[in-house]
């Protein structure tokens, strides 16, 4: 018996939805031990850089992982220019940027 196009769109709805909630969620705990390259510069209430350029680092505690993740990507890739941003992602690995996500997002200040 054939199933009507609807059912079929709704399955593979449903598929999808748990196979995103299936993805390897990032490990706060490993973030925390990792974060010695963040925590110079973004735990640092008000503070700036001088190189290249002045600028405001922004705080990215309670920021959410998803967002913190593509961020790092995007520095890794070039799709985000900051010298100093861009040589920290290189040295990162996809569960690095997870794990420092989910720490960051959670507690991580």
């Not at 593979?12 to 995103?20: K, R, S, T």
């Not at 390259?37 to 920021?63: A, D, F, K």
């Not at 070039?78 to 690995?93: C, E, F, Q």
Request: glycine residues 12%.
């Amino acid at each position: 018996m054939k199933r009507p196009a609807i059912v079929n769109i709704f399955a593979w709805g449903l598929l999808l939805a748990f196979a995103g909630a299936a993805h390897a969620a990032g490990d706060p705990v490993a973030g925390k031990q990792k974060n010695a390259m963040c925590v110079g510069c973004h735990g640092i209430e008000g503070y700036r850089t001088s190189y290249p350029t002045v600028y405001n680092v922004p705080r990215i505690g309670g920021q959410h992982a998803e967002y913190l993740v593509k961020a790092l990507q995007a520095y890794k890739t070039d799709a985000r220019n900051h010298p100093s941003m861009k040589g920290i992602a290189a040295t990162l690995s996809d569960q690095d940027m997870e794990d420092l996500a989910a720490y960051y997002a959670g507690s991580g200040k």
